[in-house]
């Protein structure tokens, strides 16, 4: 009888007991399913399409050294992804993928000391590996949507040629560039079938290391290293993928 009443009272104890509060977002999420896309062991592929484009209307654009007539512009990029989960909403992969940027631009410069205006063509090609470890955060209960961040580490290469044009001489340039660089790229997926889904992303954290070697008129050579650090978040520039999940 008293091994009885000591085993009640401590389950009127424990009853009393308050529920254990979240601790912060990541103790709130709600569990993976074993069925779910997100589950570890699942594989993800898909691509992502990338554009910039800029144009200069009939008006000069002013700027802080000088003035644009007209200009047009645009960044191109295209990648394919795959990764591998390697635990619930955890998975580790790679992107590979080519960049393009193109502008053709009339300027002037410090027109009201020097009047220097010029004509400058560019075009480059790149090549870039970048590995990834994604952390999808299942914020609501359901399996349709899902947060999450995508943390990066790149390698990219490209080469280019510049033409510019005074009127007078013709200059010609042509480069060859290594980058290193890392980031953090927030966003969203919205599973749009049944294992087929729609996700955006944008930059929110970048760091960049870049040596570039230009060659100038086939004579003379230089080497510049410079450091990119970017806290700044692009909503014109935003990725928009496809992804399956197997």
Not at 63 to 68: E, Q
Not at 182 to 200: D, H, K, Q, S, W
Request: proline residues 2%.
């Amino acid at each position: 009888m008293t091994v009885f009443a000591q085993d009640k009272e401590a389950q009127k104890a424990s009853s009393k007991e308050p529920p254990k509060k979240p601790g912060g977002l990541l103790d709130a999420l709600y569990p993976v399913a074993q069925d779910e896309a997100i589950a570890k062991g699942r594989i993800l592929g898909g691509a992502t399409l990338s554009l910039i484009q800029g144009t200069t209307d009939g008006d000069a654009l002013n700027i802080l050294i000088g003035d644009i007539y007209e200009g047009e512009g645009y960044t191109f990029t295209a990648e394919l992804f795959g990764g591998y989960f390697i635990r619930n909403a955890m998975a580790l992969g790679a992107h590979v993928g080519y960049s393009r940027t193109w502008f053709d631009i009339d300027f002037s410069l410090l027109e009201d000391l020097m009047d220097h205006s010029e004509h400058r063509k560019y075009v480059s090609n790149g090549f870039f590996v970048r590995p990834f470890l994604k952390n999808y955060l299942k914020v609501f209960d359901s399996r349709f949507i899902y947060f999450f961040n995508e943390t990066t580490i790149g390698v990219e290469y490209s080469y280019g040629i510049s033409q510019s044009d005074d009127g007078e001489d013709m200059d010609k340039s042509r480069h060859r560039t290594w980058s290193i660089d890392a980031g953090l790229n927030p966003g969203l997926c919205i599973m749009v079938l049944n294992r087929f889904a729609f996700e955006t992303s944008v930059g929110l954290l970048g760091l960049s290391t870049s040596i570039m070697e230009v060659e100038e008129n086939g004579e003379t050579h230089s080497e510049f290293v410079y450091n990119i650090v970017n806290f700044t978040i692009n909503l014109l520039a935003l990725d928009f993928s496809l992804v399956y999940f197997f």
